[in-house]
């Protein structure tokens, strides 16, 4: 494995940890818990480390807080499509906004809407509509990416980004 892999499995676990942490802060937001601390960690992780490190970090997030009885199922598709779009459309368009649409498109539609069929089927929720979860998704992905725009064009305004992504792929 050369070093360039170690750095960004070892970073992916930060960030893993970092979204556990953050989510003893949420805000329940109609049956579902809205953690800022998971979207800003999503943006970040896509823009440094890409899609699939996003990705990988967003899951093993999810599974620890599901384990630890912090998260619901809901955390997987929310916090996964988010992380995975946020780290794809930033790697195609090279552009800060790119990655800020993908993690809110991605977790709050997209996820909000994959939310669907878990929670009226596995967690039996009879209440539960194809809709149901994009508007808490939304405000939960909102307030995180909004922390993670404030972060990430200070970290870009100072040339601190580009010089950690060329640290992850030296």
């Known amino acids: 494995m050369n070093n360039s892999n170690t750095k960004k499995i070892a970073l992916t ?3 893993a940890a970092i979204a556990v942490v953050g989510s003893t802060f949420s805000i329940p937001v109609f049956g579902s818990k809205c953690a ?3 979207h ?4 970040l992780c896509g823009i440094l480390l890409g899609p699939w490190w996003a990705l990988a970090a ?3 997030a999810s599974l620890i807080r599901n384990l630890l009885g912090l998260g619901t199922l809901l955390a997987f ?3 996964m499509c ?6 794809f459309l930033y790697k195609h368009m090279k552009m800060l906004p790119a990655a800020y649409v ?3 498109f991605g977790t709050a539609v997209i996820g909000g809407m994959l939310s669907y069929p878990i929670s ?3 967690l039996g929720n009879e209440n539960a509509a194809l809709f149901t979860f994009v508007v808490p998704f939304l405000i939960s992905t909102a307030g995180g990416t909004l922390i993670a725009i404030v972060i990430t064009v200070a970290l870009k305004n100072v040339g601190v980004l580009e010089n950690m992504k060329a640290q992850l792929n030296a």
Do not use: D, M, R, W
């Open 102 to 104: 993908g993690e809110v």
């Open 13 to 15: 676990a930060i960030f």
């Open 40 to 43: 800003l960690v999503n943006v």
């Open 36 to 38: 800022p601390v998971q």
């Open 120 to 122: 009226a089927l596995i």
């Open 58 to 60: 967003a899951f093993i």
């Open 77 to 79: 598709p929310g916090s």
């Open 82 to 87: 988010g992380a995975f779009l946020a780290g």
